[in-house]
Each structure stands twice: as structure tokens, then as C-alpha cells.
């Protein structure tokens, strides 16, 4: 997620042969090179790079001798054969959507991610009654022959014993069989009137008076609403997921690129945008190229990060031209959804900018926004960066993690277990408050559509299990503690040679 740069990712670019091939050996696009006209868009999609997760598992294949050719039954993305569906594959069957669009209880705005992909691991960590949406799935049409092996494979969270041990003490311990009612989404409704309370306050402040403190004031609330976790009622959750957009991102966006690329691949070098993104400035992963002024990054990463609000807008509005952001192309996206890039641009750039500079001047308005800017941006990068980024949660150490990691992708890994050795929580129910959840990584990676207010009882649960299976649950005490660790872990990615597959 960290500085939203150019959606032709340069790490992928840079990925040289030998590790592309060994993640080709997975790659739904080996066969023999075909002809026509729709094996031709197909090979031309591939090169423009349109189908992210495509272009990454075939790369090895897309040089002009070797290009990747149209599947069995027609090209999924390009062939009007299958375009007039909203199709989706889950497990291995491919579904239309269309039905089904305006009745899914969570909201369309949702369902959308599903569309044009394998939403397998959406499907199932989003859902806590999995047998009441499979149910819904199985009645909506299936497509036959169509062509499955074109769509790069999702993990799998069901298969994973731990995950379900998890999610079924969830619901008998903690909601009781309320998850029926929605009490999994319920809980966080004072939470919800505290921060718009206070973000109101703290923008009436900034307005009546712009300077450097009340644009320090102003923080952002949109993350539980964006993942429908804050309220039983769809509509309630994408509002409260819209501030982003008042606050200078883009909800859609972040939708794409935090749940579909960074939530359902956590610290995969190929897959999550996380990683990929501040590459090549940044190196968050020492499987990705090593270059000398790397050895320097923990220092001037925090020279960086208060530019990161700045670099998501520029990413914003290049994802709207291309149609997708790091790690995920828009294929669900509708025309509003679209048009809430550029309207909430224009209503956060008005808001932050214009209406301030009318009222107080230029200089008053410099120094509030670029308080507002900075102070939200280091927030926000420090935050995040630090509950994936300690050696105990990537591929750094010989152990459980690295071993995770470096399975075959989707076929091998335990996903509820990547979530967990990839994550890493600090502090308690204070932070957990302060910061909706964000502290308690490990169960939000778990359980997105579930309410922050309940993971603090979640963890307890999670902690168990771990500990039953010697699965390594990392956890520090406090902010200060795991930012130092995660300053040391920068210090150490900045130098370490090149990891290679083992
Ligand atoms: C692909 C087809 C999908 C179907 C058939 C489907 C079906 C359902 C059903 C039946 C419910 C009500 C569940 C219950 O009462 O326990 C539900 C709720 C929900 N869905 Fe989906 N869903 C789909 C995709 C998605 C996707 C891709 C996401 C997220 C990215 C999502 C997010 C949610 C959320 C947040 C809720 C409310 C939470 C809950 O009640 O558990 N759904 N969906």
C-alpha cells in the first residue's frame, strides 16, 4: 500500500528469469502459441498488462517467440462470449453473478471485487456463516465450458483447518450464534458517531482557523466501512468508506488494492501490493532486487512516508485511465464507483484547499494542509508498515514464515496460517480503539468483515489455537516497541543480498 506509484509495477519488471520461472510452474498459460483473432487480444492483453495476476504468473511466457495463447473455450476477459456475464470462479466453477448483483446482503459495492477473478479466498474470509453464502452461490447459473484454466487459481481459506477451528469458536464463543443478526458487524456504533464526531470538529476547526496544529487534527475513519465491517447495513458502511475519498484516497481504489491484492496474498513478493509498491524506493522484502542506496532506507524512509497521501492521489488518477490499481484490475468497477475518484477529489481538494485558501489566505491554507498531509501520511504508513514488517513475519529467518512463503503459492500454503505469520499486533484495547483495529493485525487479516470492537476477544481465541499448533503469533507490547523492530527490519532488508527460492 505504501507509496502509490506506477501501476506497471518496476518489481515485477525487474523480477529477473529465474525466479519468474519457478513461479511459472503454476501458470494456468503454458500451452503452445495459437492463432485468431481473440488469441491475439489475448496475447495483446497480456502485454499491456491488463490482467495483473496473469501477467505476473506468465511473464516468463509473454516474450514474442513464447506468447501465452487463448484458452480452450475463449478468452474470459476479451471474448463477448463471456463479457456479457458478471462472471466469477469459485472452486473451480465459473458463476454468474448478474442475478445477484443488487441482493447480496453485504452490498454490490462488494460483490463487485468478485467479478472477472477467482474470489475463492474473498469469498470465504468475508463470510462467517460459509455454508449460508455457498448455499446462494449454488443457486446462481454456473457457465459451462468455461474457460477455468485461464483464471489464476486464489488461495483457498476453507481448506485450512486452523482458520476454520478459528472462525467456528468465533461464532460459538464470542457472537453466540448472534453472527445470524449481524452481531459481527454490530458493536462499533459509538465507535462510528465518536470519530465522525470528532473528524467533524476537528474539519470545523481547521475551516474557522487553518493552521499547522488543526491540520494535524484531522484523521480518517474509512477503513472498517470499506471492508462492511462497520454496520449490518451496506449502505452505512459505504459511507463511512466514501470519507476516504474526502480525505484524499480513492475508496475504490483501496478496495481493490488493499483487499483483493494485500488482504488475500499478505507478504507474497508477486502478489501484494504492500510490497510491491514502494519498490524500487523502498525494498520491504529481500526477495526483491537489492540496489546500494537500499543500505540507507531506514533512514530516509521516513523522509518518504510524509508524502505518501500525495503519491496515493497521482496513483489514483492513473488507476482510473488504466483501469486498475497495484495488484488487481477494476473488473466489477461501475461508472459510479468510478466517478467517486473524481468527485471525491474534487470535494477533498475543496474541502482541504480551496474553501480554507478563500477564507484565510494562502499562506494560512499552506500551512494547515501540508500539517493535515504529512501528519496523515506518516500516521497511515506507520501504522500499516509496521504490523507486516518485522523480521518475524517475512522470509528474512529460516523458520516458519520463510518456509510459508515460499510454498507453491495458492496450492500449498495454509492461508489461515500465512495471515498469521505475516502479520504482527501490538498494544491492547486501547490501540485497537484508537486505531480500529489496525494494532490487531493478526485478527483483522483473519476476520475483515467482522466489527474491530471484537477482535481484542477474537485474539484471545486465535492466541489459543496458535499456541495448541505451535504456530508463532507475534505480538509486541506497544507502538514504540514494534516500530523499533520494524526500524531494525528496514536496516536489515536494506542490506541483505537477494532472497532466493529455497
Ligand atoms: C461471490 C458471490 C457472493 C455471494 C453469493 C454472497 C452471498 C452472501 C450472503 C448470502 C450473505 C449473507 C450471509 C449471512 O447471512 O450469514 C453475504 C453477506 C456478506 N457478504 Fe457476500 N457474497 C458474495 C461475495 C462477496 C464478496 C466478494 C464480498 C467481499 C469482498 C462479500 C462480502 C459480504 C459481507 C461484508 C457480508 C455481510 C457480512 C455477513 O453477513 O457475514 N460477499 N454474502
Known amino acids: 500500500m505504501l507509496l502509490n506509484s506506477s ?37 495483446r492483453r497480456l502485454q499491456r498488462g491488463v490482467a495483473t495476476q496473469v501477467l505476473q504468473e506468465s511473464a516468463p511466457q509473454t516474450s514474442t517467440t513464447q506468447a ?12 463477448p462470449k463471456w463479457q456479457q456475464y ?22 454490490s459495492w462488494l460483490i463487485n471485487l468478485a467479478i472477472g477473478r477467482d474470489c475463492t479466498a474473498l469469498f470465504e474470509s468475508y463470510h462467517l456463516r460459509p455454508e449460508v453464502s455457498v448455499a446462494h452461490l449454488k443457486r446462481l447459473p454456473v457457465l459451462e465450458g468455461f474457460p477455468l484454466e485461464a483464471v489464476p487459481r486464489a488461495p483457498y481459506p476453507n481448506d485450512s483447518e486452523f482458520y476454520n477451528t478459528v472462525r467456528e469458536r468465533v461464532k460459538r464463543e464470542v457472537f453466540k450464534g448472534g453472527e445470524a443478526k449481524g452481531a459481527h458487524r454490530s458493536g462499533s456504533e459509538g465507535a462510528a458517531l465518536a470519530v465522525i464526531g470528532y473528524s467533524a470538529l476537528s474539519y470545523a476547526l481547521y475551516a474557522m482557523d487553518t493552521n499547522f496544529l488543526t491540520g494535524t487534527l484531522c484523521l480518517t475513519i474509512q477503513h472498517c466501512g470499506n471492508h462492511g465491517a462497520m454496520s449490518t447495513k451496506p449502505w452505512v458502511n459505504q459511507l463511512m468508506g466514501l470519507t476516504d475519498d474526502l480525505t484524499g484516497g480513492s475508496s475504490l481504489m ?41 543500505q540507507y532506507q531506514h533512514i530516509y524512509m521516513w523522509l518518504t512516508f510524509p508524502f505518501l497521501n500525495l503519491v496515493f492521489q497521482a496513483g489514483d488518477i492513473q488507476g482510473l485511465f488504466d483501469n486498475r490499481t497495484v495488484g488487481a ?5 461501475t461508472p459510479f464507483e468510478k466517478a467517486t475518484v473524481v468527485l471525491g477529489k474534487l470535494a477533498h481538494y475543496g474541502l482541504l484547499y480551496a474553501l480554507p485558501f478563500f477564507l484565510h489566505g494562502g499562506l494560512s491554507m499552506l500551512s494547515g494542509a501540508s500539517a493535515y498531509v504529512f501528519v496523515q501520511s506518516i500516521v497511515l504508513a506507520a501504522t500499516f508498515a509496521v504490523s507486516h514488517n518485522v523480521p518475524e513475519a517475512k522470509p ?21 496460517v ?20 489496525l494494532n490487531l493485525q493478526i485478527e483483522h487479516h483473519l476476520f475483515p468483515a467482522i466489527s474491530f470492537m471484537h477482535y481484542p476477544a477474537i485474539a484471545a481465541i486465535v492466541k489459543d489455537e496458535c499456541e495448541k499448533r505451535g504456530i508463532l503469533y507475534n505480538s509486541y507490547a506497544t507502538l514504540p516497541e514494534i516500530t523499533a523492530r520494524f526500524q531494525r527490519y528496514m536496516r536489515e532488508a536494506g542490506k541483505l543480498m537477494r532472497l532466493r527460492a529455497m
Open 7 to 43: 501501476v506497471h509495477s518496476p518489481a515485477l519488471a525487474a523480477r529477473p528469469a529465474p525466479q519468474l520461472a519457478s513461479r511459472a510452474q503454476y501458470s494456468p498459460l503454458t500451452r503452445p502459441q495459437g492463432s485468431g483473432r481473440s488469441s491475439r487480444l489475448y496475447i
Open 68 to 79: 501465452p495463447t487463448i484458452p480452450e473455450g475463449g478468452d474470459p476477459w476479451e471474448d
Open 86 to 107: 458478471k462472471w466469477t470462479v469459485y472452486r473451480g466453477v465459473a458463476y454468474d453473478l448478474t442475478p445477484y448483483m443488487e441482493r447480496h446482503p453485504g452490498g
Open 254 to 294: 483501496w478496495r481493490y488494492h488493499h483487499q483483493v491484492s494485500h488482504h488475500i496474498h499478505c507478504n507474497d513478493d508477486a502478489f501484494d501490493e504492500d510490497v510491491i509498491n514502494a519498490f524500487p524506493i523502498l525494498r520491504f522484502d529481500a526477495r526483491q532486487p537489492r540496489y546500494w542506496y537500499h
Open 329 to 333: 484490475t477494476l473488473y466489477g468497477a
Open 396 to 416: 528474512i529467518d529460516e523458520g516458519p514464515t520463510r518456509e510459508s512463503l515460499y510454498k507453491n503459492h495458492t496450492l500449498e500454503r495454509d492461508w489461515g
Open 418 to 437: 500465512q495471515q498469521v505469520l505475516t502479520s504482527a499486533n501490538w498494544g491492547g484495547a486501547i490501540g485497537n480503539f484508537m486505531t480500529g483495529g
